[in-house]
């Protein structure tokens, strides 16, 4: 169940990516498994970094009366914003690809008590490593280190700008 899920959210990090995008996808279920929404990363696409995988699924879901029953489904560990929304509205469980390439605040969310399913799958892990590899700006721009966003804003979509990825495992604000 929770790998069939989060095939839908790696298609939508699929549509990111082709979009030139970051490759992260998102998905709310219903507690009876309907898909309410799903959505993607597009701060670049849209220009706007407040547009996470999961945030841009749970506003594509609408209102919604009761979120405890609710199953938020991403590509990638949950960064602080995306985690507190999930406290915010006690969405009940979260399943999670992997959590290799950026550790969020998954652990802060079972120690609250939302049921977490770390999947650690290979393809979201492959497809996230060689984004980072190959738009190191763009990634520490979206994970909140500032040499990302002075070379992220500057030079746009260019390749090969420097950055790294030393900062991925800090608390930085990715999804
Ligand atoms: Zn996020």
């Known amino acids: 169940m929770a790998e069939q899920m989060l095939d839908v959210a790696y298609r939508q990090a699929r ?7 970051i490759p992260i996808g998102a998905v709310l279920f219903g507690g009876d498994g309907t898909l309410l929404g799903e959505g993607r990363n597009r701060r670049v696409q849209l220009g706007d970094p407040s547009v996470h995988a999961e945030t841009d699924a749970f506003r594509a879901a609408g209102r919604q009366a009761d979120y405890r029953s609710m199953t938020m489904v991403t590509t990638l560990s949950p960064c602080w914003y995306c985690s507190g929304l999930v406290r915010q509205f006690n969405i009940g469980a979260i399943v999670i690809g992997e959590a290799r390439t950026f550790t969020g605040a998954h652990d802060w969310l079972a120690d609250l008590g939302v049921r977490v399913t770390l ?9 996230m490593a060689s984004f980072i590899a190959e738009h190191p700006a763009i990634w520490n721009e979206d994970i909140g280190l500032s040499e990302g966003l002075s070379e992220g804003l500057s030079e746009g979509l260019s390749e090969g700008l420097s950055g790294g990825i030393s900062g991925r495992i800090s608390g930085g604000n990715s999804g």
């Open 15 to 21: 549509i990111g990516l082709s979009e030139g995008g």
């Open 119 to 127: 999947l650690d799958d290979e393809r979201c892990a492959a497809m």
